[in-house]
């Protein structure tokens, strides 16, 4: 599914509180980035409508502790693929404080992802 006008603009408002962030359409969904000191690097995707926020060793464990799937995906080849980014909490949709938290530890996972 294609990342609608209405929902990329749903999006940005969404990450208001880490703006400034750039959404890119690509693969059928979008990534979401944002300027770091390691250059601009996604932190979360968007994949029918559903957004999943960047996985690494600093946040894992906050993910798996509330049953937060990763994004999967199948290759053209039928092979499954696990990306290392997890379906975002339910609380953040509703609270900017608790979208912020989890989105910059997702930042800070694709920093150190960077390195």
């Known amino acids: 599914m294609a990342l609608s006008p209405q929902f990329k603009e749903y999006l940005e408002e969404l990450f208001e509180p880490v703006a400034p ?4 359409r690509m693969f059928g969904g979008a990534g979401v980035f944002k300027e770091t000191p390691k250059g601009r690097l996604m ?7 559903v957004i999943y926020l960047k996985a690494g060793d600093g946040n894992r464990a906050a993910f798996e502790e509330r049953d937060l799937e990763p994004f999967v995906f199948e290759s053209k080849s039928g092979k499954r693929g696990v990306m290392s980014y997890h379906r975002m909490p339910e609380a953040c949709f509703d609270d900017p404080d608790e979208l912020k938290g989890w989105a910059l530890a997702a930042v800070d996972a694709a920093i150190a992802a960077k390195d």
């Not at 962030?21 to 890119?24: A, L, M, P, R, Y």
């Open 21 to 24: 962030v750039t959404i890119k």
């Open 43 to 49: 932190f979360a995707l968007v994949a029918d409508e």
